[in-house]
């Protein structure tokens, strides 16, 4: 591969987090199939990235910054952080 190609993988959600001797440890997947109303969504496990705790910490802080510009621009409503996103929360695109 090429220094100009780069990887493009789509991914659903975050199904595990771990740090080990410095490294944080992220494991993504898809859905396997789409919830049934009530019912938990299943991942599969699709790929897992391993950062350096410095390089995670900073991006945690780009992605923070990208919650507070979807706030500002009305996409996400400020709610309960506790509390989990789900299609009330968000405006239309």
């Known amino acids: 591969m090429s220094e100009n190609q780069k990887t ?3 991914i659903d959600g975050i199904t595990s987090m771990r740090l080990m001797a410095g490294v944080v440890r992220i494991d993504f997947g898809e859905l396997s199939r789409p919830p049934m109303e009530g019912e938990a ?3 599969s496990g699709k ?3 391993f ?4 390089g995670f ?4 802080g780009s992605m923070q910054s990208m919650v507070e510009k979807l706030k500002s621009e ?3 409503k ?3 952080p506790a509390a989990p996103i789900d299609a009330d929360s968000q405006g239309s695109a």
């Open 74 to 76: 009305g996409v996400l």
């Open 47 to 49: 790929l897992r990235l």
């Open 57 to 60: 910490l900073r991006s945690l």
């Open 78 to 80: 400020a709610k309960d």
């Open 8 to 10: 493009e993988v789509f």
């Open 41 to 43: 969504p299943e991942f």
């Open 51 to 54: 950062m350096p705790l410095d």
